[in-house]
Every structure is written in structure tokens, then in C-alpha cells.
């Protein structure tokens, strides 16, 4: 792990953070998609400012900020789903981490597992009892040391 360049600091997002939320999953999306239909920037600019907005005030969408001089480094976002229980999650009340990007000459100073660490705790106190992500080769090791594991079922999808 590098050194910081100056302490690093990690704060739950609120609705003026609205912007930062989209420019940074913007940025994380150029950075794992690998093709990218430009044109469509502006209107997904707007459709998350929606989901942010609408989400945030529901509390079903919970993102923390890491800052280094008070600057934006690094953001991660719970999203809370509630779906029929089963015999593990009887309440069937679950969540989904995503969106964890660091600006890269940020990266390998722990603003990612600080959020993590902040990300599991916020959805132990709401009573969450499973979470789930997707994890791209670069952030596969924060998670693994965090305790997450494969599901032994592969997802599949299918775009509509």
C-alpha cells in the first residue's frame, strides 16, 4: 500500500453530493466497459441524477465519499433490494454494493476498504443480512479479504 499523500477521510453522501455521485460513476464505467456509446452520456448524466435523487430521499441508495484535502477520491453506493426470503435471509432484506471506484493516483491507499468497512457497516445497522456485488480483477481483492465469496450459482442476464 502507498503512503498518502494526506489523511484520508470518508463521509456518507447527501444530495448536494448528487454531482460527484454521477461524475464518478461515469468515470467507472468508461474505465470497465469496453465500448461506450458516447452519445448517450448526457441522458445517462440526467437519468442518474433522477435515480440518485429519488433513491437518496427513499434510502434505499446509501454512497460514501472518501476525501483526501477535501477532495473527492473515492465512492462506493449500497443499494438496499427486499425480495421474497429464503431460509438464509428470512426477511428476504439484502443488499448490493457497486460503484466502488478510487481515481487512480489515489489507488492502493485504502480509500477503498475504508469504504467497504463503512459500506458493511451501514447495512449491518439497517439489518441487512446478505450482500452482494460484482467485482472487476483490480477490486477482487478488497472484497476477498472483506469476507465475500463466490456464489456457487452463475448469474446470467439478458438485456431487454
Known amino acids: ?3 498518502a499523500l494526506s489523511p484520508i477521510s470518508c463521509r456518507l453522501a ?3 453530493d448528487i454531482n ?3 461524475d464518478y460513476r461515469i468515470l467507472l464505467l468508461k474505465a470497465v466497459q469496453k465500448e461506450i456509446p458516447l452519445q ?3 441522458k445517462l448524466r440526467t437519468a442518474l441524477q433522477a435515480y440518485y435523487s429519488k433513491a437518496m430521499k427513499e434510502k434505499t441508495c446509501f454512497s460514501y465519499i472518501a476525501e483526501s484535502q477535501k477532495q473527492p477520491i473515492a465512492f462506493g453506493t449500497l443499494i438496499l433490494w427486499n425480495k421474497p426470503g429464503n431460509f438464509f435471509t428470512i426477511t428476504g432484506k439484502s443488499g448490493y454494493i457497486l460503484n466502488m471506484y478510487t481515481l487512480p493516483k489515489y489507488r492502493g491507499l485504502g480509500a477503498a476498504s475504508i469504504i467497504l468497512d463503512k ?3 451501514h447495512a449491518r445497522k439497517l439489518k441487512v443480512r446478505k450482500l452482494e456485488l460484482h467485482a472487476t480483477p483490480i477490486g477482487e481483492p478488497i472484497y476477498r479479504k472483506a469476507g ?3 456464489h456457487p450459482n452463475k448469474v446470467l442476464e439478458k438485456l431487454l
Open 1 to 3: 500500500m502507498k503512503k
Open 14 to 16: 447527501t444530495l448536494k
Open 20 to 22: 460527484v455521485l454521477v
Open 40 to 42: 448517450n452520456e448526457k
Open 119 to 121: 459500506l458493511i457497516l
Open 148 to 150: 465475500f465469496k463466490e
